[in-house]
C-alpha cells in the first residue's frame, strides 16, 4: 500500500515531457557568405528553443545540413555526410562543436575578411586617437591585414584632418622596420603634445585673468622672469 502511493507521488512529481517552442525554421542556405551568419544564428536559435526535440550532437548538426540546400551549402552538406559515413553503414558526425568551427570556416571565416576590409575601406577618426587605433587593430586582424605598406595606407587614410595635419608637419617618420607600432606610437606622441600644449596654453591665459566676484578683469598676459 505504501509502496503504491509513493509510486503515485513519484510520477506526480515528474516533470512533463517540454514541447518545442513553435519557432519559425531557418531559411535555406545557399553558401554565400553574407547570408552565413545570420542563417547560423537562425539555427542556433531555434535549436535552443527546441532543445528538447534536439538533444545529441548528430541531432543538431543533421538539422543544419539538412536546410543547407544549393549552391556551395549543398557541397558542403554532401562532404560533411561523406566524411562521416562508416563501412559498417553507421555515421560519425564528430562534435556539435567542430562542426560549428567547420561551418564558420567555410563561410563565415570568408564573410569576415570581406566585411573587415569594407570596414578598413571607411574607417574614420571621429574621436580619440586611442580609440581609433584600437578600431583598427582590430578590423587589421579580422582582415589578415599584415602588409605594412597596405595597412600604414588604410591608417593613414582615416586619420581625421587634425591628426593627420600633425603628422604632415613632422619631418621623422617610422621606418618599414619599425612596423605598424611604430605609426600607432608617433601618432600617440604627437596627440599627447598637442594636449599637453594646449592645457599650457589655458593655463597661461588664465594666469593673466584677475577674477572679482561676477566681474573678470584681465591684466594682460603674465610678464616672463628671467
Known amino acids: ?5 509513493f509510486q503515485q ?5 515528474a516533470p512533463r515531457p517540454r514541447k518545442g517552442l ?3 525554421k531557418p531559411e535555406p542556405f545557399d553558401g554565400q557568405a553574407r547570408h552565413a551568419r545570420p542563417f547560423l544564428l537562425q539555427c542556433e536559435t531555434y535549436l535552443r528553443g527546441n532543445e528538447d526535440i534536439y538533444i545529441t550532437d548528430r541531432d543538431k548538426i543533421l538539422f543544419i545540413l539538412t536546410h543547407c540546400q544549393s549552391g556551395t551549402a549543398l557541397s558542403f552538406h554532401e562532404h ?3 566524411q562521416a559515413k562508416r ?3 553507421s555515421d560519425d558526425f564528430g562534435t556539435y562543436k567542430d562542426f560549428l568551427a567547420a561551418f564558420r570556416q567555410a563561410f563565415v571565416a570568408t564573410d569576415d575578411k570581406a566585411e573587415a576590409y569594407e570596414q578598413l575601406r571607411n574607417i574614420k577618426q571621429r574621436g580619440a586617437v586611442d580609440g581609433y587605433i584600437q578600431q583598427f587593430k ?7 591585414l599584415h602588409e605594412i605598406e597596405a595597412a600604414r595606407g588604410y591608417f593613414l587614410q582615416g586619420l581625421n584632418s587634425e ?5 604632415d608637419n613632422q619631418a621623422i617618420v617610422p621606418t618599414e622596420k619599425d612596423g605598424m607600432e611604430g605609426w600607432y606610437n608617433l601618432v600617440q606622441t604627437l596627440d599627447r603634445n598637442a594636449h599637453f600644449i594646449e592645457n599650457l596654453r589655458k593655463g597661461h591665459r588664465q594666469a593673466g585673468t584677475y577674477t572679482n566676484g561676477n566681474r573678470n578683469q584681465s591684466y594682460g598676459e603674465p610678464m616672463d622672469v628671467d
Open 1 to 5: 500500500m505504501l509502496y503504491a502511493m
Open 9 to 13: 507521488m513519484m510520477q506526480q512529481q
Open 22 to 24: 513553435d519557432l519559425k
Open 80 to 82: 560533411t555526410i561523406s
Open 87 to 89: 563501412e559498417d553503414g
Open 138 to 144: 582590430m578590423l587589421a586582424s579580422r582582415a589578415g
Open 163 to 167: 591628426t593627420a595635419s600633425r603628422l
